[in-house]
């Protein structure tokens, strides 16, 4: 790689936690950690980051809501995958 590529790959991700919502029935919420490493300008960057993730199943098996929150960060990080991935546009000189 050179000095200007980037890359911001998930190395793994855990469930940590989840309960049910307070005041809305049926709603599942929790926190799922995220493993990432990024290499940005020629440094490599391994860091943790915890998402807020939420998913509303109802009364279903641990196995089933374990997957909807994992669902549910899967769909932030590509969200911020996008937009740290977004390729700015330079002008022709």
Do not use: W
Not at 44 to 67: F, I, P, W
């Amino acid at each position: 790689m050179g000095f200007g590529d980037t890359s911001f790959d998930v190395k793994g991700c855990e469930v940590r936690y989840y309960g049910p919502h307070k005041l809305i029935a049926g709603r599942i919420t929790g926190v799922v950690r995220v493993h990432i490493e990024e290499r940005f300008m020629g440094t490599l960057t391994n860091y943790k980051l915890d998402l807020k993730v939420k998913a509303d199943v109802g009364h279903v098996a641990s196995n089933e809501v374990r997957t909807a929150l994992l669902a549910h960060a899967a769909h932030q990080l590509n969200k911020l995958k996008a937009r740290h991935t977004y390729k700015v546009p330079i002008a022709a000189e």
